[in-house]
């Protein structure tokens, strides 16, 4: 004889029932011992002690930190690499000048260099 | 103060009274002790440290939509696990201890189970294992847990046509392997 759906149901979920009032006793401690764990009430501060918390903070933090020191200790002009870099244009210009390079030789022709770059520095200065 | 230990209370007796249906509902879902376990637990910390102060009515849906969403993850993962094992083809002695910790029959295995003498029972959640997730889920919501059709949708994240199609399907295809035990 066939039951209706409703009863059907009402079996299945009391065949259910007694399932869970079956389970074993090492099954319900584990239970019982989660539910008290999920109790227990952890001040917010401890939450965030948690690793997977900090993890991304120190991740941030380092990269925070990278960019800051990328952006403000960025070599300045004037440092030594510039002036080289500058003094290496004149530098090449007179290697490669068709002039005659006895000069290059003789220190007075290096009083001679300094003083002409301070001429030439002056009316840029001045303007 | 009072008002805080009175809804602890509250929330200890409301686990108590749903975590052994929680369990068995999680066990259908990966048919694995532990893997249930964890994830009822998982449910149980979220619910008590995120919803504690809403209404106590609520809490019975919301507690099973985090418990669904969490069950959702574990088949994610347990995808991925089978995909990497496919992909390095792990040694047979693990694969075959997979597939039996797989199997629906792995239930009657569990010392649980074991008690459950009762035939129909024991057929019960052979055939409750081998419905399809979604048709298993929405059934034991809906029949054991008793919740409606829109929080039942909510929980398992599918419109209300579907929590209706899923039960009367899983209804229809137990009536139909149960029947002859009757």
Known sequence: MSISDSEFEQEI????????????AETRSRLAAMRNRALEHKPLWS???TIEHWIPLTAFATIAVLAVSLVFFQPHQGSPEQIALQDSDIALEVLFSTDDHDDVGDPDFYVW???AM???????NAG | MGRGQDSKQSMQNFLAGIEGRAFRIAQFATRNRDDALELVQDAMMRL???YSDRPTEEWSALFYSILQSRIRDWQRRQAVRNRFRTWFAWN?????YDVLEQSPADASSEPSIRLENDQFMTRLNLELGALPHRQQQVFLLRVWEGLDIAQTAVAMQCSESSVKTHH???????????????
């Open chain 1, 113 to 115: 260099l300094d003083m």
């Open chain 2, 92 to 96: 047979e002695e693990d694969e075959e």
């Open chain 1, 118 to 124: 301070a001429e030439d520095e002056e009316p840029k």
């Open chain 2, 168 to 182: 009367a399907r899983a209804l229809q295809k137990l009536r139909e392997k149960l029947e002859e035990l009757r």
């Open chain 1, 47 to 49: 939450r965030w002690l």
């Open chain 2, 48 to 50: 008590a440290h995120k």
């Open chain 1, 13 to 24: 979920r009391s065949t259910l029932e007694s399932g869970v009032t079956n389970l074993d």
